[in-house]
């Protein structure tokens, strides 16, 4: 048997403040330190503890109208199949040394399918999401239930379901694809496999309404049958005509001063499970947010990371030291503790509002569950 490999500890005696005085004692101490795989915490506070959270991520924009070029490319010369399994291309956070990871804790990627493709049937731990800037045509198949794919649509699916793509139309479809990914990975706790590796005809029906829309797609209501806590929402698509009806009637009812905003000209909703009221999925949060034409955002930070995407409109985007002008499909990623605040901008939005409509998804769930959660909205008297 081939013995592990131990990664050796390395440790320098410096000094410095809170660092005791370097002797050739202190030296030999820290040598049979190394020798042991034993770090003393002295040396290390500063980076295990800092006073407030130092993301390993940075904030970071991937235009819409690149992220959409390269994928139809990719589709011309990378084939869907068995191996592969998705025509998936993830966004990678600059800081994180190459990884496909858009936070420490997010998966974020394009998804591009071609007419008349399937991409094959598999199932994983990780808990996903699909969410449709444009275009149509697409059904995604979870455990046997079609569900159609359209511009505005948010559709969940909790780990360990067995899901398929398909493309009935006679032109090419992207959409966005999000994932616990990096944090299933640095727990050590995903599991995956394959399924079959064609879906049947059945499942390559085109219906309107899936089955969990039709047992589960009306509000306040849930069929007694059925009702019971779950680890993921059973409904499997939130269609764009609710999400934009939600955001219209916050911004009315805010003008007839009944309230209802996060914040004035800012309304926002949150994707729920109909079973429980919690959020559709165990680890991401997903949101939306409409903020009228000419409004600014307070700057905001949280604990925790978030990626946007936007739907619709343009606007100016600040995360932290990075600033960026937004228009439709562009993606950006805020990490944890970056302030975030956003200015809607006029446009040539599909929206005779010309308001800035915005995607969100984060990991909230989990800081909440291990009682990390933080937010805090910056003042005028707050340090930069």
Known sequence: MTAPTVSPVSLTAVDGPGQPVVTPELEDLYRGFEKELLVPLWTEIGDLMP???RSK???HLWEWTKLLELAGRAGNLVPVGRGGERRAIALANPSLGGKPYASPTLWAAIQYLMPGEDAPEHRHTQNAFRFVVEGEGVWTVVEGDGIPMRRGDFLPQAGWNWHAHHNAASAPMAWIDG????FQYEVE???FDFGRDEIS???HATPDRSRSQRLWGYPGIAPVSAIGSTAGSPLLSYRWENTDRA???QLLLEKEGFGGTVEPGHAAIRFTNPTNGADVLPTIRTQFHRIARGVETAPVQTTGSSVYQVFDGAGRVTVGQFSWSVCRGDMFVVP???PLSIVSEASGSDSDSGALDLFEFNDAPLFEKLNLY???TLTAGDPS
């Not at 994932?179 to 990096?182: E, F, N, T």
């Open 57 to 59: 991520a940075q904030p």
């Open 336 to 338: 944890s503790w970056q």
């Open 189 to 191: 706790s995903q599991f």
């Open 247 to 249: 955001l219209a009637d």
């Open 179 to 182: 994932l616990d990914i990096p």
């Open 51 to 53: 006073p407030h959270p």
């Open 201 to 203: 005809e059945a499942e």
């Open 374 to 376: 933080r937010t805090h």
